[in-house]
């Protein structure tokens, strides 16, 4: 049963007259009344531009207006505290320094063993140390400065490629002075709560507003994400419905006949250039579906989903051209499938049509006003989709809601991915398409069927290219394109 948690955050007042600072407070509680211990909360001074995390079972920070976060150990060196912790592939603990200073990062296992390590020089500034773990378990971030040392403490539940700690550098110096963690009345603060639960990370909506005096601030976290989905809530019409997207594009398995969502959204199956085979003889896994081959029998002659031939009459849904994948039984949208780590249950997803498709890019409001941006993910080109619920502090995205600029114009490195993502970002990777037996602009172009029919033997797909995007775009139903399935939000 899904739940909606609340977190409460009480702000007291210290002394009016000494005006030293604020106690902060936080407890968390459920929709129904019951309380619950929260992971973390991240607290943000936008306004002087530090941050602290408190986890668990920690639950008071001071926020004073003369020595700075009581936790942190001084002005001249602070460290924040890791984010997500635990974590799975990998975690980020903000570094601040007020100048310039030789640092040494370590980070070590509970019985001593140095796993990685990294020496450099860094400018004064807000830095973000990204550690990676190979197993799971303990470890411990050790950071050494002129200035002072500090430890985190890092605790991993799954098994990740490599041990690893980087640093992505500030892009700004302090505001006031290098006073680092100092707070004063009228701050621009955001305030954001996080809940890790069986290996996923949840966080609530942000609350951003200058901060006079003392208050008590509810951050409410959204609806669950059902197995298999993006954490991230996206309205899709005037009438306020909303959706989850899957966690990656749709495939099938012809050994098996399962299908599944591929691991990451940025994944692809089919590569630029190569041939196939005749219904797929040469492959196994297919990413990229003639329309509305869903696998079920709806009198289309090609309904399978290994299907390459190039005649349009082969891909009628329910064997006419009047309708649409949704109408009839429905059995024509990929999303009536049980889908293997998406719930494994009939009927629990969809595809969009093409009024969603093109309402999400062009019609969609947003508080932060950012609906979608192109951009590069590691090597892969693609568009941004944002969250309803999406804060432009969380990432600044260059031309958000533009769609004739280049992919590189936002170029995004895995680990920042990580983070995007875990605010419910979609990415749509620019995997192609497949014309017959021929795969396509693999890396140059991505097309996303819709539901909805066009006329004849022509059906409503989203199109990005490296200089434009096409929202409402037209195109043969015998093409292969990709296909991203969402799941209503109840």
């Given at each position: ?12 007042a ?32 936008l306004?002087?531009?530090w ?23 001084g ?13 799975k ?16 990062l ?21 830095h ?26 890092l605790?991993?539940?799954d ?11 500030s892009?700004?110096?302090?505001k006031?002075g ?28 942000v ?43 749709l ?16 994944d ?51 064997g ?6 949704y ?6 949208d ?41 951009a ?9 989709l ?5 804060s ?7 031309f ?19 983070t ?71």
């Open positions: 049963m899904r739940r909606t948690l609340l977190f409460t955050m009480l702000l007291l210290l002394s009016v007259q000494a005006q030293e600072g604020v106690t902060v407070s936080f407890t968390a509680a459920t929709a129904a009344g019951g309380y619950t211990p929260f992971t973390s909360v991240m607290v943000t001074d306004t002087q531009g941050m602290t995390t408190l986890n668990y079972p920690d639950t008071v920070l001071v926020l004073s207006t003369q020595v700075g976060v009581g936790e942190w150990q002005r001249n060196f602070n460290m924040g505290s890791a984010f997500p912790n635990p974590f592939d990998g975690t980020t603990v903000p570094l601040e320094l007020s100048e310039a200073s030789e640092v040494q370590q980070v070590f296992r509970a019985d001593g063993k140095v796993v990685a390590a990294r020496d450099m020089r860094l400018e004064a500034g807000i973000q140390v990204t550690v990676r773990l190979s197993t799971p378990g303990m470890a411990f971030l050790r950071v050494v400065t002129p200035q002072g040392n500090a430890v985190a403490r605790v991993c539940t098994r990740g490629n490599v041990d690893d700690v980087r640093v992505t550098p892009q700004e110096t302090f006031r290098g006073n680092t963690g100092v707070f004063e009345p009228g701050d621009l603060m955001r305030y954001e709560a996080f809940y890790s639960a069986g290996g996923s990370t949840s966080h609530s909506a609350v951003e507003q200058a901060q006079y005096t003392s208050e008590t601030v509810t951050l409410v976290f959204p609806v669950g994400a059902p197995q298999g989905a993006i954490d991230g809530l996206f309205t899709v019409n005037d009438d306020g419905s909303k959706v989850f997207f899957s966690k990656g594009n495939q099938y398995e012809m050994n098996t006949g399962v299908w599944s969502f591929m691991e990451h959204q940025y692809r199956v089919e590569a630029l250039g190569q041939d196939v085979g005749e219904d797929y003889a040469d492959q196994d896994i297919v990413g990229l579906f003639g329309w509305s081959t869903s696998g079920y029998n709806h009198g289309a002659p090609c309904y399978q989903p290994w299907r390459t031939t190039t005649s349009s009459n082969d891909y009628l849904p329910y006419s051209d009047l309708f649409n994948l109408d009839q039984t429905g059995q024509a990929w999303g009536y499938n049980a889908i293997a780590n998406g719930g494994n249950t009939e009927q629990l997803w969809r595809t969009l049509t093409i009024e969603e498709w093109d309402y999400l890019f062009e019609t969609r409001t947003t508080p932060s006003g950012i609906r979608f941006a192109k590069r993910v590691g090597e892969v080109n693609g568009v941004i944002l969250p309803d619920d999406w432009g502090s969380y990432y600044s995205l260059n958000p809601n533009v769609t004739n600029v280049y992919y590189e114009n936002n170029l995004i490195s895995l680990e920042q991915w990580d995007i993502e875990q605010h419910g970002a979609v990415f749509l990777p620019a995997a192609g398409y497949r014309l017959g037996t021929e795969v396509h602009n693999t890396g140059s172009s991505g097309h996303y069927w819709s539901s909805t029919h066009c006329y004849e033997d022509r059906a409503y797909c989203v199109s990005v290219f490296d200089s434009g995007l096409y929202p409402q775009a037209i195109d043969f139903i015998f093409n292969g394109f990709s296909v991203r399935l969402v799941q209503e939000a109840h």
